[in-house]
T-cell receptor, first 112, second 114 residues
Framework: GQQVMQIPQYQHVQEGEDFTTYCNSSTTLSNIQWYKQRPGGHPVFLIQLVKSGEVKKQKRLTFQFGEAKKNSSLHITATQTTDVGTYFCAGVGSGGYQKVTFGTGTKLQVIP | DSGVTQTPKHLITATGQRVTLRCSPRSGDLSVYWYQQSLDQGLQFLIQYYNGEERAKGNILERFSAQQFPDLHSELNLSSLELGDSALYFC?????????????FGSGTRLTVV
């Protein structure tokens, strides 16, 4: 079945440093979504990427979808303490039923 | 407030007991999804309903069952509870069968089995 892995599992960065998390799917995806879960909170939808090679930006966050539509990345420039949380990618499968598989998540700690 | 309402927020119960978790989806959303998140773990998909019908099943134990009612709210029933069932249970909703526009998650029910 469809599997979605994320690396790294954990990342500690000094405030102001950049951060990147990578998402890899075992199958070709229809699209990919990213979510953020703050400590003690619930996942919140950030963005969806649909096209091969697509790049989208949200302020300091840059999201990329790979050319083969099997991988994606989230890059945060100049991290802030408000970026703390777990970032999940969610791969949306092809076909009539768009099965969603959440990645394993990357937990980000920002040291002030 | 995400628009998805889950009750109760916290639940403490003993092993062997049965509990019901409730979810009201965001207005206009027809799909409801249930996820389990154990401590510092990922999101394990349990089951999906769309407009009252079961649409997809994930790693849901036989001791667990769910349904979606005509008013679109959903209930997740957990029976013969074990210590390992302690987790956060999230409900999410979306407007359609798939995830084309992303999921909206509720704030979760934290279940503790003692």
């Amino acid at each position: 079945g469809q599997q979605v892995m994320q690396i790294p599992q954990y990342q500690h960065v000094q405030e102001g440093e950049d951060f990147t998390t990578y998402c890899n799917s075992s199958t070709t995806l229809s699209n990919i979504q990213w979510y953020k879960q703050r400590p003690g909170g619930h996942p919140v939808f950030l963005i969806q990427l649909v096209k091969s090679g697509e790049v989208k930006k949200q302020k300091r966050l840059t999201f990329q979808f790979g050319e083969a539509k099997k991988n994606s990345s989230l890059h945060i420039t100049a991290t802030q303490t408000t970026d703390v949380g777990t970032y999940f990618c969610a791969g949306v499968g092809s076909g009539g039923y768009q099965k969603v598989t959440f990645g394993t998540g990357t937990k980000l700690q920002v040291i002030p | 407030d995400s628009g998805v309402t889950q009750t109760p927020k916290h639940l403490i119960t003993a092993t062997g007991q049965r509990v019901t978790l409730r979810c009201s989806p965001r207005s206009g959303d027809l799909s409801v999804y249930w996820y389990q998140q154990s401590l510092d773990q990922g999101l394990q998909f349990l089951i999906q309903y769309y407009n009252g019908e079961e649409r997809a099943k994930g790693n849901i134990l036989e001791r667990f069952s769910a349904q979606q009612f005509p008013d679109l709210h959903s209930e997740l029933n957990l029976s013969s509870l074990e210590l390992g069932d302690s987790a956060l249970y999230f409900c999410a909703s979306s407007v359609e069968q798939g995830a084309g526009y992303g999921y909206t998650f509720g704030s979760g029910t934290r279940l503790t089995v003692v």
